[in-house]
């Protein structure tokens, strides 16, 4: 069997995913953000961050502690990644979050999405970005 490209692998993690445009997210950052009922994570390195901002609202959860954050028997459990909450995943262009949105997936998270497009898309869209520190 031939090996996966990283391409191959966002192109099957989309497929099992929710993709939302950045309408959708906005929609969803506007009506649940607010309540609680959705958690939106920004893991893009730092430097990403500082250069092109962020949405506002997005916690910031380095890429390498995503799962040991969204695992409830991990020491470093972070309380705002609970199972039954929505969780939205942004980086940089889709690809990763592609690939956390199937990790969470695979971790019980049923209500999983990321923002295809990422960050770009979203301001593409005329979206509200943060500056970066």
């Not at 961050?49 to 799962?67: C, D, S, V, W």
Request: glycine content about 8%.
């Amino acid at each position: 069997m031939p090996a996966k490209t990283a391409a191959h692998l966002v192109a099957e993690a989309q497929a099992r995913v929710e993709n939302l445009a950045p309408e959708q997210v906005a929609a969803a950052v506007a009506a649940e953000l607010a309540r609680g009922e959705t958690l939106l994570v920004d893991f893009r390195e730092a430097a990403e961050r500082a250069e092109a901002g962020t949405i506002t609202g997005a916690i910031h959860a380095p890429r390498g502690m995503l799962e040991v954050y969204a695992d409830p028997t991990s020491a470093y459990h972070r309380l705002e990644f609970d199972p039954n909450r929505r969780v939205l995943l942004s980086c940089a262009s889709g690809g990763r979050s592609a690939l956390a949105a199937d990790r969470r997936r695979e971790m019980g998270y049923g209500r999983v999405a990321h923002l295809a497009g990422g960050p770009a898309a979203w301001r593409a869209a005329d979206r509200p970005v943060e500056p970066g520190a």
